[in-house]
């Protein structure tokens, strides 16, 4: 599936290093930026093989409903209605008419043309400034036609990174897990999609229960707990390959895996005699070490993206609380003081604020506070929620939300939903079934 | 004449049977589903299944608690003679959590809860070789509830015979 080789990257013509328009993604933005994304062009002999091949009517406007959309849910812009655009695709890529995208109030307009070139699909795209009045990017893909859907994810990225100055998210993909069933008796599968949803996939059959799935960093691996031959234990998954091994072997229950930044260990917790530890595993050469050592529940564990640091929950105080310690274990700090308990904590890719859940009063919320413990901010409360996961630039927020059920027990759902670090833009992520513990891959391509 | 006034009688009390009983059932239904928790801690018998004759399966516990209650004791006391009555039997003993808290940290509560009748079990002379733990965290729940009468019953350890 690591399509990375396969899509050719060229810079058409050197970008003009300023930019024009600018998107501050720093705050919840009441205003997003109206843009336009043409449909991508294409000439009639180049449509008719890609709808033979990808049965597609057409497939220029497909990649560009998916740039649109992309743009759209990250609430940072605000793509204009087609049926206003005055200029045809093809002639808006040679040269648009700024005033008359001036006239529907577009700031920034995507174009250009997808052809079908020796069995390839070759997509080149421009963005430009309407207001200046100037190209700020240009860049062509090369690939198999199958990759369709990454090339508008990429493009997406590309515009995105040159818009806000940072890194997008689009080309990128969740696993979690796909619920069915009775609440009493739920049948679970470990399912992976592309960020918007697309692509849904089943890796497991639902034959033994599983558990919070995360992406290795590095790769497309996935560490996971699953309770085969009903042992729980932490395994390890190659989506590439689907070989499966378990990792966490030990005399009891393994759970709560994570990778380190670089992907070369295993963080988890391993619980035996009615205490928890934290433990790490080298995958390498198989070494495993002890981090914590103390009658309490310590599980969770999060590294900090430059490894030196863990952050993670223990009720040594009496109640759930957010630790920091150094990587070896040593110099714990509790850096949750506020009411109520605070579990799950996961470190930002930007290494600047750790994400939590929070339960106080009966309600649960998802938030985010430094890494010292001061600037506790939070984001979305519910009846239940929790287990939040970075999206790879470090920006947006997935986790799950369960709902209460009535008096007769009746009414249970869990489903996924992602929200801004600023708060804002708090969205349900529609999936086949319902669904939980949600972790981000970091971008495909970069 | 006297037999009249006895019906009569007779009636009334009736009555006031009706009247008194009707209250009775009223005040009985109020008290049942109060009566099924003590503090925090499930004590009715809805969800129990029993091992053999006087031996219930399982024993609850406070939201975020592993400490067994003198109700716990007792019944795990029947279990620990009822296993060293029947020593071929093993048992596993499942841990669980309700669902008001986080899924890791629920796993690790129930595999606490477990340990916490195991110890008590192997005080009664029972081997930690006959014993295994098996923490389910909120994953199973025996009532999709979600009120505090339903968390009690589901913040449970359930002995179940592994042979």
């Known amino acids: 599936m690591t399509k990375k080789i396969l899509i050719l990257l060229f810079i058409l013509i050197p970008i003009n290093a300023s930019a024009l328009i600018e998107v501050d993604i720093t705050r919840g933005n009441l205003n997003p930026l109206p843009l336009a994304v043409s449909p991508l062009s294409i000439d009639e002999e180049s449509r008719k093989s890609f709808e033979k091949i990808l049965k597609k009517e057409n497939i220029g406007s497909e990649i560009s409903n998916?740039?649109?959309?992309?743009?759209?849910?990250?609430?940072?812009?605000?793509?204009?209605?087609?049926?206003?655009?005055?200029?045809?695709?093809?002639?808006?890529?040679?040269?648009?008419?700024?005033?008359?995208?001036?006239?529907?109030?577009?700031?920034?307009?995507?174009?250009?043309?997808?052809?079908?070139?020796?069995?390839?699909?070759?997509?080149?795209?421009?963005?430009?400034?309407?207001?200046?009045?100037?190209?700020?990017?240009?860049?062509?893909?090369?690939?198999?036609?199958?990759?369709?859907?990454?090339?508008?994810?990429?493009?997406?990225?590309?515009?995105?990174?040159?818009?806000?100055?940072?890194?997008?998210?689009?080309?990128?993909?969740?696993?979690?897990?796909?619920?069915?069933?009775?609440?009493?008796?739920?049948?679970?599968?470990?399912?992976?999609?592309?960020?918007?949803?697309?692509?849904?996939?089943?890796?497991?059959?639902?034959?033994?229960?599983?558990?919070?799935?995360?992406?290795?960093?590095?790769?497309?691996?996935?560490?996971?707990?699953?309770?085969?031959?009903?042992?729980?234990?932490?395994?390890?998954?190659?989506?590439?390959?689907?070989?499966?091994?378990?990792?966490?072997?030990?005399?009891?229950?393994?759970?709560?895996?994570?990778?380190?930044?670089?992907?070369?260990?295993?963080?988890m917790s391993f619980a035996k005699d009615g205490k928890s530890d934290i433990y790490t595993m080298d995958l390498e050469n198989r070494i495993v070490e002890k981090i914590t050592n103390h009658p309490s529940i310590d599980t969770s564990p999060s590294y900090s993206p430059d490894g030196k640091y863990i952050t993670f929950n223990s009720d040594r105080s009496g109640y759930q609380q957010i630790y920091v310690m150094k990587n070896d274990g040593s110099d714990v700090k509790r850096i949750s003081f506020g009411n109520g308990l605070y579990g799950t904590p996961v470190w930002s890719p930007r290494g600047d604020l750790i994400a939590f859940t929070k339960l106080h009063k009966g309600k649960f919320y998802i938030g985010v506070m430094r890494t010292d413990g001061s600037g506790e901010r939070l984001l979305t409360e519910n009846y239940y929620q929790e287990a939040p996961s970075w999206s790879p630039n470090g920006r947006v927020l997935i986790f799950y939300r369960e709902t209460k059920t009535n008096s007769k027990g009746e009414g249970f759902s869990a489903k996924l939903w992602s929200i801004d670090l600023t708060g804002y833009n708090e969205r349900q992520i529609k999936t086949p079934t319902d669904a939980s513990d949600p972790s981000w891959s970091a971008l495909l391509s970069n | 004449m006297r037999l009249n006034k006895i019906l009569k009688n007779t009636l009334l009390v009736l009555a006031a049977c009706l009247v008194l009983s009707a209250c009775a059932t009223k005040k009985e239904v109020a008290t049942d589903i109060q009566g099924q928790m003590q503090g925090d801690v499930y004590t009715g018998t809805d969800t129990v299944e029993y091992l053999a004759d006087g031996v219930p399966d399982r024993v609850f516990f406070a939201t975020n608690e592993s400490i067994l209650t003198t109700a716990s004791r007792e019944t795990l006391r029947a279990q620990a003679a009822w296993l060293r009555k029947n020593p071929n039997i093993n048992v596993v003993l499942e841990g669980h959590a309700d669902e008001r808290g986080t899924r890791e940290y629920n796993l690790a509560l129930g595999e606490r809860r477990a340990n916490a009748a195991k110890d008590y079990l192997m005080t009664y002379g029972i081997s930690s070789d006959r014993i295994t733990v098996l923490s389910y965290g909120k994953e199973r729940p025996v009532d999709s509830g979600s009120n505090p009468l339903a968390w009690s019953k589901n913040r449970r350890s359930v002995t179940v015979k592994a042979n």
């Open chain 1, 66 to 267: 998916i740039v649109e959309n992309n743009l759209r849910i990250s609430g940072l812009f605000n793509p204009l209605d087609k049926k206003a655009f005055l200029q045809a695709p093809d002639i808006a890529n040679l040269k648009p008419r700024f005033e008359d995208w001036n006239l529907i109030k577009a700031q920034a307009l995507i174009t250009g043309k997808v052809n079908y070139i020796d069995d390839k699909l070759r997509v080149e795209f421009r963005l430009w400034d309407v207001l200046a009045a100037k190209e700020m990017m240009a860049l062509a893909f090369t690939t198999v036609p199958n990759n369709w859907r990454r090339v508008g994810h990429i493009i997406s990225d590309k515009v995105y990174e040159r818009l806000t100055g940072e890194k997008g998210y689009f080309d990128t993909r969740i696993i979690y897990v796909s619920e069915e069933g009775p609440k009493t008796q739920r049948i679970k599968k470990l399912a992976i999609m592309d960020q918007d949803g697309a692509n849904n996939k089943f890796l497991t059959l639902g034959n033994e229960l599983v558990l919070t799935p995360r992406f290795n960093p590095a790769s497309q691996m996935v560490t996971y707990l699953s309770y085969f031959k009903n042992m729980p234990r932490v395994y390890l998954l190659d989506i590439e390959t689907g070989t499966q091994e378990v990792v966490g072997d030990f005399p009891g229950m393994t759970f709560a895996p994570r990778f380190s930044p670089d992907g070369k260990k295993i963080i």
